[in-house]
């Protein structure tokens, strides 16, 4: 009978193509809806070389150890140069200035100074440089005054040398992707739409709800049986749709869920299973229409996405800096963020605790729907 009636119930789950709509088609539409948007995200961030211009003027003719600066950042090393340099008359800068076509430019009138339009990224660059190239100077004059012999002793190839006493180790085996978290946000949303899957099998087993669930309880089947084969049909469709969505984000748009693949199919596992325990805990606690608690399912679970950082990245961030034990009960949150520590972090012992925190949640949506259910008696059907 148990079997039977998991059958059954699958069958119906296949055939509703309302919520086979949302729990399928709607993600992979966002998906690519999401790809067409962030595909090109980081292309766009390539260095280009920053205009400027020198006066051209005495003093900056006799400066030898500057011009040899100014053309060491504006020769082309690996293909790439810090500068482009145009050499022109002051009056011929500041119009070249005025008309946007540079982003400042450098004169010699005792000392070296800068004369740019806006404040950016661009001309904090150039500031930095000319700082950078002043102080080394200042030093060489200072070490030439107190211990001239020092020249002798290849001061000036250590000092262009540059050593660098900081190394740089990658945090992770995976470079930061900001757009990754976007579908991983998208694919914990559609664990939890599994939800409208276990509002279905409570609104289908309640004698006060339908019609189905009147025959179901009047059945000589006992209902918690009948329930826990519904409820089982339920998470086996919800972690095929599932299964379905990870597969074209992976190998259709191209997302890099890393490469423990093992992991993230068993996070999407057990979202599944949260996610129609949540509907079923919804459910069995409201005595509202269908329509309300349909409303309920997706009014919270898009709340937990924006909180998650499905629609503005940097919600996350908030979230984590100012109320981060609300990020422990967000149970989308739980999902994305698993997904973002298996592609990130080397370790596992945050996607443990975020796994083993999103079990509990569904543990509790089940226990707190079984003992409801258990006890709810009619007097007529």
């Known amino acids: 009978m148990f079997a039977h009636i998991y059958l059954y119930r699958l069958k119906c789950i296949v055939r509703d193509k309302q919520v086979v709509f949302w729990t399928l088609l709607?993600?992979?539409?966002?998906a690519v809806l999401f790809e067409m948007a962030f595909s090109n995200i980081t292309k766009g961030e390539v260095f280009k070389e920053i205009k400027i211009a020198v006066v051209d003027n005495e003093a900056f003719r006799k400066d030898i150890h500057f011009q040899e600066a100014l053309k060491a950042v504006s020769t082309?090393?690996?293909?790439?140069?810090?500068?482009?340099?145009?050499y022109a008359s002051k009056e011929d800068c500041i119009n070249l200035l005025k008309d946007g076509e540079i982003e400042g430019y450098i004169y010699c009138e005792n000392g070296i100074h800068l004369e740019i339009k806006n404040n950016g990224l661009n001309e904090t660059i150039i500031k930095s440089f000319l700082?950078?190239?002043?102080?080394?100077?200042?030093?060489?004059?200072?070490?030439?005054?107190?211990?001239?012999?020092?020249?002798?002793?290849?001061?000036i190839d250590e000092i262009a040398k540059r050593k660098d006493y900081l190394k740089e180790v990658?945090?992770?085996?995976?470079?930061?992707?900001?757009?990754?978290?976007?579908?991983?946000?998208l694919l914990a949303m559609a664990c939890m739409y599994g939800s409208f899957w276990g509002l279905k099998e409570i609104y289908a087993i309640q004698g006060n709800q339908s019609a189905q669930g009147?025959?179901?309880?009047?059945?000589?089947?006992?209902?918690?049986?009948?329930?826990?084969?519904?409820?089982?049909?339920?998470?086996?469709?919800?972690?095929?749709i599932i299964l379905i969505v990870l597969l074209f984000l992976i190998f259709a748009l191209g997302v890099d869920f890393g490469n423990r693949l093992a992991y993230v199919v068993l996070t999407c596992l057990v979202g599944t299973v949260?996610?129609?325990?949540?509907?079923?805990?919804?459910?069995?606690?409201?005595?509202?229409?269908?329509?309300?608690?349909?409303?309920?399912?997706?009014?919270?679970?898009?709340?937990?996405?924006?909180?998650?950082?499905?629609?503005?990245?940097?919600?996350?961030?908030?979230?984590?800096?100012?109320?981060?034990?609300?990020?422990?009960?967000n149970p989308v949150n739980l999902i994305a963020d698993s997904f973002y520590a298996l592609y990130f972090y080397s370790g596992t012992t945050h996607y443990t605790l975020n796994l083993m925190i999103l079990a509990a949640m569904a543990v509790v949506f089940g226990l707190i729907t079984f003992l409801v259910l258990r006890r709810q008696?009619?007097?007529?059907?």
């Open 26 to 30: 709607f993600p992979i539409l966002l």
């Open 76 to 86: 082309e090393a690996d293909g790439s140069r810090l500068f482009d340099i145009r």
């Open 131 to 155: 700082d950078d190239y002043q102080q080394t100077a200042a030093t060489l004059q200072t070490v030439m005054a107190q211990n001239p012999e020092a020249m002798q002793k290849g001061l």
């Open 170 to 185: 990658a945090a992770s085996h995976s470079e930061p992707d900001t757009a990754v978290h976007y579908f991983y946000t």
């Open 214 to 240: 009147a025959r179901v309880c009047a059945a000589p089947t006992q209902k918690m049986r009948a329930f826990a084969a519904s409820l089982l049909a339920a998470v086996t469709a919800q972690a095929a």
């Open 274 to 329: 949260a996610g129609v325990t949540y509907g079923t805990f919804i459910s069995i606690l409201s005595h509202k229409s269908e329509g309300i608690k349909v409303g309920t399912l997706i009014g919270t679970t898009m709340l937990f996405s924006f909180l998650a950082g499905m629609m503005y990245d940097g919600m996350k961030l908030i979230i984590n800096n100012n109320v981060p034990i609300l990020g422990y009960l």
């Open 377 to 381: 008696k009619y007097a007529s059907l």
